[in-house]
C-alpha cells in the first residue's frame, strides 16, 4: 500500500531533521577543535606531562598510559561539554547513531583527529613531538603529520626531523 502524502512529508522532515542535527553537529566539533580555549587546554596538558616521554626510548613506560587515560578523559568530557552547549537537542547516543547510519559522511578531519584520539601510538609521538619541539626552543611550525593537535599555532616537530 503506498504512502499517504502525509507519511511522506513526515518521513521526510524527520530525515531532514536528523541531516540538520548530524551537520550542526560536525559544525560544532569541528569549531570546538580549533577554538583557542580548546587548544590552550591541550597545550597546557602538553606542557604538563611531556616531561615524562622520552623520544630516544622505544620503551613504553607505564606512565605513558596513565597520561594517556588522562588525555582521552580531559578531551572527551570537553568537546562532549561544548558540544551540549553549542548544539540544541545534542544527544552523544543519539550522534552516535547517526555515525552508524552515515558511514560514508564519516570522513575528514574533524573525524579523523576524533579517531586518533583513541590512538595511542598517535599519542605518544604528540607527546614526542611536543617535548622536542620544547627542547629545541620551539622553533619553526612543523606539523606532525596526523597528529592529535588542531592547533596550528602550537610548534611541533616532525618525526624523523622532515618538514611537513
Not at 540538520?20 to 569549531?31: K, Y
Not at 613504553?60 to 588522562?70: A, D, H, L
Not at 572527551?76 to 545534542?90: C, F, N, P, T, W
Not at 579517531?115 to 595511542?120: G, R, T
Request: charged share 30%; aromatic share 8%; with cysteine.
Amino acid at each position: 500500500m503506498p504512502e499517504s502524502k502525509e507519511e511522506t512529508l513526515s518521513s521526510s522532515a524527520a530525515v531532514d531533521e536528523d541531516t540538520l542535527m548530524f551537520d550542526n553537529t560536525v559544525g560544532a566539533l569541528q569549531d570546538i577543535l580549533m577554538d583557542a580555549k580548546f587548544c590552550s587546554m591541550q597545550n597546557k596538558f602538553l606542557d604538563e606531562n611531556c616531561g615524562h616521554f622520552d623520544p630516544k626510548s622505544d620503551e613504553n613506560k607505564f606512565i605513558y598510559t596513565k597520561i594517556f587515560k588522562s588525555y582521552v578523559e580531559m578531551l572527551e568530557k570537553s568537546i562532549h561539554s561544548e558540544l551540549k552547549m553549542r548544539v540544541d537537542g545534542y544527544s552523544e547516543r543519539k550522534f552516535h547513531k547517526m555515525i552508524k547510519e552515515r558511514p560514508e559522511e564519516v570522513t575528514g578531519d574533524v573525524f579523523d583527529m576524533l579517531i586518533s584520539l583513541a590512538d595511542f601510538k598517535e599519542f605518544r609521538d604528540l607527546m614526542f613531538a611536543h617535548k622536542m619541539s620544547k627542547n629545541n626552543g620551539g622553533i619553526g611550525t612543523i606539523l606532525l603529520e596526523n597528529t592529535l593537535s588542531t592547533c596550528a599555532p602550537t610548534p611541533l616537530l616532525a618525526v624523523g626531523g622532515k618538514q611537513k
